[in-house]
């Protein structure tokens, strides 16, 4: 089964909007877990317009399941991340005034890099994977750099999905296979939803983890988090 990991930033942003301690972020990541989501995803950007960095400290002895911190990797996430020593860090590299990650990294051109950060983060026991774009040359550079784990962006699947053309499936299960025969496990995120999530994940073989956070929080507001957690759990079944 795809593991479900529930990004909660859009929680945060619904706190903040108002200042004080509603919703609770703490008690929903205890209360999605309860409901039997497997992981828990944070995306702390430098402003802070959503999850703060203090979050993602208080957040580390309330998740029990696996603890997902995403991000570009500049200094202070990196002291975060190694502070903290999540379950897995995925690496993303959104421009700090970015309204959402918005591209994969090129692994080819960041090589030299990437494979510093990667394995400094493995020194300290903390899975990697890198967010990319489904093509080929991307996975490769991937698997070059040493990460364990690829995040493939799916906003272009779920774009192409939007409009009826299945077949925007393509690149995604032509990069899953190669990652596979790499040796690469295979998360996904961005834009995944109800209704495209049990196709994406029938065509992506060897599918481990999906992180989902706007979709999911938007669904849960006419459905309940309760419920929706579980339709995406028996969907990725």
Known sequence: MTKLSVNINKIATLRNARG?????????????????????????????RHIRYQDARDLKPIVYTEYNIEGNPEKS?????????????????????AITSNAGWDTIK??????????????????????????????????????ERIELYTEAFAHDYSLGNKNGIQPYTKAAILANECGLGINAGHDLSLD??????????????????????????????????????????
């Open 20 to 48: 004080g301690n509603v919703p609770d972020l703490l008690q929903v990541a205890k209360d999605i877990q309860r409901f039997g989501g497997q992981g828990i995803t944070i995306h702390p950007r430098p402003d802070e």
């Open 110 to 147: 960041n090589k030299a890099f990437l494979t510093d950060i990667v394995h400094e983060f493995q020194r300290n026991n903390i899975r990697v994977s890198i967010f990319v774009d489904p093509f080929e040359k991307m996975v490769e550079g991937a698997k070059m750099i040493g990460a």
């Open 77 to 97: 996430f990196v002291d975060l991340v190694l502070a903290i020593q999540p379950t897995q860090v995925t690496l993303v590299p959104d421009a700090i005034d």
């Open 196 to 237: 495209n999530i049990q196709f994406f994940k029938q065509n992506i073989p060897n599918l481990l983890e999906v992180s989902i956070g706007h979709a999911l929080i938007s669904e849960a507001i006419y459905l309940g988090l309760d419920n929706v957690v579980n339709m995406y759990l028996n969907k990725l079944k």
